[in-house]
Antibody
Framework: EVQLVESGGGLIQPGGSLRLSCAAS????????MSWVRQAPGKGLEWVSI???????YYADSVKGRFTISRDNSKNTLYLQMNSLRAEDTAVYYC??????????????????WGQGTMVTVSS | QSALTQPRSVSGSPGQSVTISCTGT?????????VSWYQQHPGKAPKLMIY???KRPSGVPDRFSGSKSGNTASLTISGLQAEDEADYYC????????FGGGTKLTVL
């Protein structure tokens, strides 16, 4: 079964650090484009970061310089290292796979597989 | 880049049709055919309903359809059913990924 399972969320003080994990099954993380998307309580979705199959990484301006996306191929797991956390980072964090056209392998620019989410609360 | 603009809420009775709009700019919605729509029930992860403006993933009922005109994309749900009540989000590729603020669909 194709699925993503996040873990690592919790309550953290402002200025603290947290690492989120996203374990994949049914497909290989390092041959796909993978993203993190977050949702603040009662708010909409916000794209956070992406890692390309080739290893390039990109971030939303709101987290640039504080968050780092990475992967461990041996564990087939995606990570999000979050440093210098702020109250406005409080959200459910989802990992998601960027879809691709099966016939060509080209990127489709939508998210076809989502994890269940992990809650991060930044508060003193 | 700003988020895409969606109505806060829409409603319809069972069997009726509703349309949710998603307005962006020529740099996102109008510039790419990479508009997608997601359904999210309370406490659940988003689910892909439409991609590439108007294509449905396998398993999504054909009651769901998408379109685009200029800088505005639309999701139409026909033959409304109770289980369609959810939040709906549009998204557009624009170098990075933009989402709309979400629309709450109420089935009366």
């Amino acid at each position: 079964e194709v699925q993503l399972v996040e873990s690592g969320g919790g309550l953290i003080q402002p200025g603290g650090s947290l690492r989120l994990s996203c374990a994949a099954s049914g497909f290989t993380v390092n041959t796909n484009y993978m993203s993190w998307v977050r949702q603040a309580p009662g708010k909409g979705l916000e794209w956070v970061s992406i890692i390309y199959s080739g290893g390039s990484t990109y971030y939303a301006d709101s987290v640039k310089g504080r968050f780092t996306i990475s992967r461990d191929n041996s564990k087939n797991t995606l990570y999000l290292q979050m440093n210098s956390l702020r109250a406005e980072d409080t959200a459910v964090y989802y990992c998601a796979r960027v879809a691709y056209y099966e016939s060509s392998g080209y990127l489709r620019h939508d998210f076809d597989i989502w994890g269940q989410g992990t809650m991060v609360t930044v508060s003193s | 880049q700003s988020a895409l603009t969606q109505p806060r809420s829409v409603s319809g009775s069972p069997g009726q049709s509703v349309t949710i709009s998603c307005t962006g700019t020529s740099s996102d919605v109008g510039g790419y055919n990479y508009v997608s729509w997601y359904q999210q029930h309370p406490g659940k992860a988003p689910k892909l309903m439409i991609y590439d403006v108007s294509k449905r993933p396998s398993g999504v009922p054909d009651r769901f359809s998408g379109s685009k005109s200029g800088n505005t994309a639309s999701l139409t749900i026909s033959g409304l059913q109770a289980e369609d009540e959810a939040d709906y989000y549009c998204s557009s590729y624009a170098g990075t990924y933009l989402f709309g603020g979400g629309t709450k669909l109420t089935v009366l």
